[in-house]
């Protein structure tokens, strides 16, 4: 096979419409690790909620799982921190600040928790689809924020699809960070450090494979700097046309087992 690694997004890629991963996947996932290959996933999600769906994709070895949009790798299996990236704290406090000016809902991350003022009917339905609920902190997530005794890993601010451009200029400018949109109502920002094309950096790096032998696969703009430092860069069929622009090669959608196809062409040797 040409490439030894490939590392996957999850939302839109590995996870269909209907919140399940089908069972080709799966089958594929289980095939490609059997010829010697490895399977990691990368996503924007925290860690715990990731961690619960890790199961579903058949993964049982120690394989690198890439959260909060590269900030954070821990090893499937151990659990086992081998890469943290905190935001300055004065950067997400200045990213949490902009977001309550502009009446937006907001919260932000650690390693194992996140950090919410109040439930309503925006975060209660993030919150039941990521299967994660968070620290209640009753403030403002500025206010809160500038306690946190854990490194800031990601802050993230709810916004209605429509604003979607004019919502990533109005975060553009804050100092050391990335900021980016992983979905049409989520705006998001880690260090300047992380982000999940240097994720795969590291990731390689700790598995001693070259990024060259590597293939990435995602869907949304928070995803093209992944296919850009991989070796061979995949968007799926339903991805943001920016993604498909960026692609080296366009899978199928992820109701049409995107994933799949693109290991079963890397088994057979036509990519």
């Known amino acids: 096979m040409r490439y030894d690694l490939v590392v996957s997004d999850f939302d839109g890629t590995l996870r269909r419409n209907d919140d399940t991963i089908s069972a080709r996947t799966v089958a594929a996932v289980r095939a490609f690790t059997e010829k010697g290959g490895t399977f990691a996933v990368s996503t924007g999600r925290g860690y715990r909620s990731i961690a619960k769906r890790l199961g579903e994709l058949g993964i049982v070895d120690d394989v690198p799982v890439l959260s909060c949009h590269g900030a954070l790798m821990r090893g499937a299996k151990s659990g086992q921190t081998w890469h943290e990236i905190g935001m300055p704290a004065e950067s997400a406090a200045a990213f949490l600040r902009r977001a309550e000016s502009l009446g937006l809902t907001c919260q932000y991350y650690t390693a194992d928790n996140i950090y919410a003022p109040a439930p309503n009917d925006v975060n209660a339905f993030y919150f039941e689809r990521v299967r994660t609920q968070p620290v209640w902190t009753?403030?403002?997530?500025?206010e809160s924020v500038q306690s946190a005794t854990a490194p800031v890993l990601k802050v993230l601010c709810f916004i209605e699809p429509s604003a979607r451009a004019d919502m990533l200029r109005a975060f553009q400018s804050l100092p050391h960070v990335k900021t980016f949109a992983s979905h049409p109502r989520l705006i998001e920002a880690v260090?300047?450090?992380?982000?999940?094309?240097?994720?795969?950096?590291?990731?390689?790096?700790?598995?001693?494979?070259?990024?060259?032998?590597?293939?990435?696969?995602?869907d949304e703009l928070?995803?093209?700097?992944?296919?850009?430092?991989?070796?061979?860069?995949?968007?799926?069929g339903n991805a943001?046309?920016?993604?498909?622009?960026?692609?080296?090669?366009?899978?199928?959608?992820?109701?049409?087992?995107?994933?799949?196809v693109l290991l079963e062409k890397i088994m057979r040797e036509q990519l």
């Open 138 to 142: 009753h403030c403002k997530a500025s």
């Open 191 to 218: 260090s300047e450090n992380a982000g999940k094309g240097n994720g795969l950096i590291r990731a390689c790096e700790h598995l001693g494979i070259a990024a060259a032998r590597s293939a990435a696969v995602g």
């Open 222 to 236: 928070n995803d093209i700097e992944m296919l850009q430092a991989a070796g061979l860069g995949v968007a799926m």
């Open 240 to 260: 943001v046309a920016e993604v498909k622009a960026a692609a080296d090669y366009i899978t199928e959608d992820c109701d049409a087992d995107g994933v799949a």
